[in-house]
């Protein structure tokens, strides 16, 4: 029986790049999942963390994640901590803290790689910085929001992929389907 394990992977992943990343608030990390995911699907043609992203004015946004962050689910207790600090100019920011070790046991090599090149890529960029490089042209995120004119909508993770590279991932990701379908049954 196949076992899903995108949820810890999703709380893992913000362990580890609260270990890992400098100055790590919520915009920072919604950029940081995103490339994770996407790039991931890219090699494979499925998510690490199972997060679906949306095109806001100030780049990709795991909805699901953003609304959680206010009221964490039980399985963030003990893991990570979601913390408001006031910053200059009166205003605030939302600090991720982990509050545990990085657990790696449900992650494939491809993916702890991936971990580590974007905290050591991203480890000392701001949020801003993080925001340009998620508005590039051509990005999955620029498709949505700027060439259709699709603001708040789903970044679909096809846009990840170069024409000639989605039908092979595409194949791929039915025979995976299949497979596992096969396995539930079995």
Request: aromatic letters at 12%; a neutral charge; zero cysteines.
């Amino acid at each position: 029986m196949h076992i899903d394990h995108s949820r810890e992977k999703l709380i893992q992943s913000v362990i580890f790049f609260s270990k890992n990343v400098r100055k790590l608030g919520k915009i920072k990390l919604f950029k940081i999942l995103y490339f994770l995911d996407f790039m991931h699907f890219k090699e494979t043609g499925r998510s690490v963390t199972g997060l679906e992203y949306f095109a806001w004015k100030m780049g990709p946004v795991p909805v699901t994640l953003f609304e959680e962050i206010d009221a964490p689910a039980i399985d963030w207790q003990g893991k990570v901590e979601f913390k408001e600090i006031p910053i200059r100019g009166g205003k605030k920011m939302l600090t991720v803290t982990a509050q545990s070790e990085f657990d790696q046991s449900h992650f494939s090599k491809r993916e702890l790689r991936l971990l580590n090149s974007l905290a050591e890529e991203f480890r000392d960029l701001s949020a801003e910085e993080m925001i340009e490089k998620t508005h590039l042209e051509n990005s999955p995120w620029h498709k949505v929001w700027a060439v259709e004119n699709s603001p708040q909508n789903k970044i679909p993770y096809d846009y990840a992929l170069r024409a000639q590279d989605g039908a092979a991932i595409k194949g791929l990701t039915e025979e995976r389907a299949e497979f596992l379908k096969a396995l539930s049954t079995s």
